[in-house]
């Protein structure tokens, strides 16, 4: 199995400011996601984040506002940007490990208000 | 669009079993059914997995019809503890960790 740390487990932030969540693996991983939990709602995946490359995002979510980084195999940041109180939301890291285990495993969530 | 069906809500008697429906008619030969559970303010877990046989391991049974167009998930003997949503995902060989999230059933396990 596969321990994930997401930093931070929750804040508040002013509109038109940024946040950064940082999400460890104590493991290497071939594939990092992320996805975003609105409330009340099912998980919505945002990003596919690949060490050496670009992430790749799903409709309806862009580079802009959602960067990420994955600058190895046990970490990366989901970065959002310029917010709105329309992104109040839990974001969720998620890992597929790359030792042949065909489970995903979850992060805690980092629950995000934006007022 | 989330390819399954489950019911919305679920009530069950702390020690019986709870049995939560599926309906994923349209799911394809390569394709796996997945089911997770996420608990007040916690991230997803994994439960358990199957093709086309029954699959039981230490935490549920999962029961898939001969078609494939339904499963259920079986909880032997439910507690408090089981109260969550519950996740019914199909997903193709490969793109682990990538999962499309349906509404799910919330299941309540009362006293």
């Known amino acids: 199995s596969a321990v994930i740390s997401q930093k931070p487990s929750r804040d508040i932030c002013q509109r038109g400011t940024s946040l950064t969540i940082q999400c460890q693996v104590d493991s290497q991983v071939t594939m990092m996601f992320w996805y975003r939990q609105q409330p009340g709602q099912s998980l919505t995946l945002i990003a596919t984040a690949n060490q050496g490359s670009e992430a790749t995002y799903e409709s309806g979510f862009v580079i802009d506002k959602f960067p990420i980084s994955r600058p190895n195999l046990t970490f990366s940041t989901l970065t959002v940007s310029n917010m709105s109180p329309e992104d109040s939301s839990i974001y969720l890291c998620s890992v597929e490990s790359s030792r042949g285990e065909i489970e995903a495993f979850f992060g805690q969530g980092t629950r995000l208000t934006v007022v | 669009d989330a390819k399954t069906t489950q019911p919305t809500s679920m009530d069950c008697a702390e020690g019986r079993a709870a049995n939560l429906p599926c309906n994923h008619s349209t799911i394809s030969g390569n394709e796996y059914v997945y089911w997770y559970r996420q608990i007040h303010s916690q991230g997803p877990q994994y439960i358990i997995h199957g093709l086309k046989n029954n699959e039981t391991n230490e935490m549920a049974s999962l029961i898939i019809t001969e078609d494939r167009k339904s499963s259920t998930l079986i909880l032997p003997h439910a507690t408090l503890r089981d109260t969550a949503v519950y996740y019914c995902?199909?997903?193709?060989?490969?793109?682990?960790?990538?999962?499309?999230f349906g509404a799910g059933t919330q299941v309540v396990v009362t006293p």
């Open positions: 995902i199909v997903r193709a060989l490969g793109g682990w960790g990538k999962l499309q």
